[in-house]
Nanobody, 122 residues
Framework: VQLQASGGGLVQAGGSLTLSCSAS????????MGWYRQSPGKERDMVAT?????????APSVKDRFTLTANNADDSTTVYLQMSSVKPEDTAVYYC???????????????WGQGTLVTVSS
């Protein structure tokens, strides 16, 4: 599975930014696709994920500010992370991730995209 992420950059606090990530496979069932982020000296944490059946999960720190949506094509899925009311603490390298499950619920693949830097200025 190939992942192509884009959309990072510099944004002022209170502003908006949209990240996108395209996967070379269709996300279906309980498989998930989403965004994680990592700040210097910190662990990589989940920001938002969406499953193939449309269930979304958000980190408490971004809930009500970020929205994750997905668009499925025949052989690909693209997710969009709409970031609004951004804060300096949202500054991080954002990574796209795909987690594939078999029909029996077993993890069959974990894929990461290249990171994209989001910098929020105060």
């Amino acid at each position: 599975v190939q992942l192509q992420a884009s959309g990072g950059g510099l944004v002022q606090a209170g502003g908006s930014l949209t990240l996108s990530c395209s996967a070379s496979t269709t996300i279906s069932g309980i498989s998930t696709m989403g965004w994680y982020r990592q700040s210097p000296g910190k662990e990589r944490d989940m920001v938002a994920t969406i499953s193939g059946i449309g269930y979304t999960d958000y980190a408490p720190s971004v809930k009500d500010r970020f929205t994750l949506t997905a668009n499925n094509a025949d052989d690909s899925t693209t997710v969009y992370l709409q970031m609004s009311s951004v804060k300096p603490e949202d500054t991080a390298v954002y990574y796209c991730k795909v987690l594939l499950f078999s029909s029996l619920g077993r993890i069959i693949g974990t894929y990461w995209g290249q990171g994209t830097l989001v910098t929020v200025s105060s």
